[in-house]
């Protein structure tokens, strides 16, 4: 017989995934959501003044993640207000050529993630800029779309502008600058194994030549280019590397990316306050698909999946809902290893889910007694939910970069890196340990 529990969890991921397949919004689905936990606490007599604190308390842990997320929705807009974006895309265009042309796009895509921190703003500018000129190539739009996929969960794994690091280093109280470096230690090998695959499919599946499209003199009409737009990014990497907290090392790529808008790119007082709230825009067709984006409204919708995906949370602990599961799970790691069953409760998150942000909170809800060591689940979760959602066909994160680039959906199949990852861990983790984490 079906406990009430299990049967709460599985109307609750019907529900995600009936609004996903109808193509209705997401918030409508965690809205329902809500109202199926909701109903579900009072139905275990807990008042409704109860259960609304049981729903502060939870939205309340997002507080901090909230602000960076304010942090980075300014910084995604002004760093496309000060050149900073067109600069660095120029600079990457000219190394994409047809025998290279898998590897370059997961490594462009990677680099660009890394520095924006955004796997979908990544996908909506150099993802169409390598899909576009692998169709011009001839070259496979399965394989370019997978590398495409790869790189733009790269960055979004570990920027120190990335929501999802940040997410997870204030779920499990972590440093984020600790939690990059052990993510490096532990994506070395995949990434290494990712680039091989990329290199050999190259040379392995003919395109035929063709000349890189002049994104140059597409940029220079609507931006001053040269070296220092590119100051922003070399701030925050700098102060990234000196350990200076993100919130600071955020607002000081902030300072410097206004400055160059004023004095550099001569944007207007009053356009700039537009662009930090509303986001950068062109006019211009072709470079609004590259270039528009960011601002404090694009965070909005995120912002509000955090905090009612944050209530669940509050509304769990405060029922015990997920104890059954955590008991399964922790059950099961003792069985194979920590790495294991928090790998499957990733995946089970991330199919109900349908989007990152909800499946790393599961995954931390129902896991975050398998593994002791803070350091460790951090990265846990990192190799786990992170790369497993964009591997769910059907959820947000797989189907908007894909989307967005234009790549077909069987380009998940190609997505080398966000497979190797998780199986790399499979591998080095194999028994648990307590120990401080040398991962990889």
Sequence with gaps: MIQKETFVLMLFSAALIGCVAVGLPILLALAVGYGIFFTYAAGRGYSVCAILKMSADGALKAKNILISFLLIGMLTALWRAAGTIPVIVCFAADFLRPSVMFLMTFLLNCLVSFLTGTAFGTAATMGIICMTMAQAMGCSPVLTGGAILSGVYFGDRMSPVSTSALLIAELTKTNLFDNIRLMFASARLPFAAACMLYTAAG????????????????????????????????????????????????????????????????????????????????????????????????????????????????????????????ETIASLGRRTSPFAATLLASIAASAAACNQTLA?????????????????????????????????????????????????????????????????????????????????
């Design 203 to 326: 040379f392995l599946i003919p395109a035929a030549p063709a000349s890189a499209a002049d994104i140059r003199l597409l940029f220079s009409g609507a931006f001053r280019l040269g070296l220092l737009p590119v100051l922003p990014a070399v701030v925050i990497l700098l102060l990234s590397l000196f350990r200076v907290p993100v919130k600071q090392a955020m607002t000081a790529s902030i300072l410097t990316a206004v400055c160059i808008c004023l004095f550099w790119q001569k944007t207007s007082p009053a356009e700039l306050i537009w662009f930090i709230f509303g986001g950068f825009r062109l006019s211009d067709p072709a470079l609004a698909a590259m270039i528009n984006g960011g601002g404090i409204r694009s965070m909005l919708n995120v912002m509000a999946i955090i905090c009612i995906s944050s209530s669940f949370s509050g509304i769990f602990d405060g029922t015990g809902l997920l104890t059954h599961l955590k």
């Design 360 to 440: 790393i909170l599961l995954t931390h809800q129902v896991c975050v007694d398998v593994e002791p060591d803070k350091k460790r689940f951090a990265i846990f979760l990192e190799n786990t939910s992170v790369v497993t959602a964009p591997l769910i066909p059907w959820s947000i994160a797989c189907a908007v970069p894909l989307g967005s680039a234009g790549a077909p959906s069987a380009a998940v199949l190609a997505a080398f890196y966000l497979y190797l990852l998780p199986l790399w861990g499979l591998f080095t983790q194999t028994r648990p340990t307590h120990d401080t984490p040398s991962i990889g």
